[in-house]
């Protein structure tokens, strides 16, 4: 069994891909929060919801997805409970340490996933504290791995990890309604506006991903001489568009 402390934006996302992708909604307890919005996803997915921290205790896996402010609460109910558990904790301000102090003896682990872990297609980085061994690793990556990629780095990348991969699927958001805008401005519908934007990042990525040139050669393939594409590149780099990217990971890691 498997048990979820939180289930907002991101342990939700977290869930949905698990339940989604084949893990047994039975095998999963969620301790939700103040509002409904645990039960809903439950009675959508399948699993269980309960009151309290202690009702997790036939666990053998924790995942904390609160937020920061709710977390030493949480921490607090879970030490009565955490002898032989493994617990990751999604909470971006988290840390090993902080982790390890309030919990006493536990293994810990801190993780960011990213939204697309929703359809199975996440990037979660994590770290793990000392004490976890080969099989505790693996028994997280059997887990996690319902909801894509799952990549262990020391502590000291996991922030910087975390922003690329995990605050990153609103930056490319606000590109693709940016694209859809400029399309709509010049003609087309909305909706053909955003199909062909969100189709061309889903193939471009892939592309990036299968194939053998780096990103700098693909863009190099479809910026024919003279062409249009290498004009619209210029107008990117005249507006700050490497800068901005940049300055949004700098924003974020502050
Ligand atoms: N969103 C993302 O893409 C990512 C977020 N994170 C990190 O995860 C954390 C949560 O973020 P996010 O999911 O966006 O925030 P949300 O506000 O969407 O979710 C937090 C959830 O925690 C629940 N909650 C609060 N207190 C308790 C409690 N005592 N017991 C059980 N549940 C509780 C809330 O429930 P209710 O509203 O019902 O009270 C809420 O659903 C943050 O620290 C964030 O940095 C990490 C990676 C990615
Ligand atoms: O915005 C946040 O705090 C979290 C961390 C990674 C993605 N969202």
Known sequence: MIGFIGAGSIGGAVITGLVKNGFNADEIIVKGGHSNHANLLGEQLGFQ??????????TDVIFIAVGANALDGVLKELKEIVAGKLIVAFTGSATISHLKQV???AKVAHAIPNTPVKVGAGFTGITYSSDFEDADKK????IMGYTGQLVEVPENQLGILGTVAGCSPAFLDVF???LSDAGVKHGLNRKLAYDAAIGMAIGASKLAKQSELNVS???????????STIRGVAALE????RNAVIKAVDAAEE
Do not use: H, M, N, R
């Open 49 to 58: 919801v309960v009151k309290k921290v202690k009702q997790l205790e036939d």
């Open 103 to 105: 919990l006493g003896d």
């Open 139 to 142: 028994k997280i990556a059997s």
């Open 176 to 178: 693709i309604e940016a």
């Open 217 to 227: 050669a693909l863009k190099d393939e479809v910026t024919s001489p003279g062409g």
């Open 238 to 241: 005249e507006y700050g568009f």
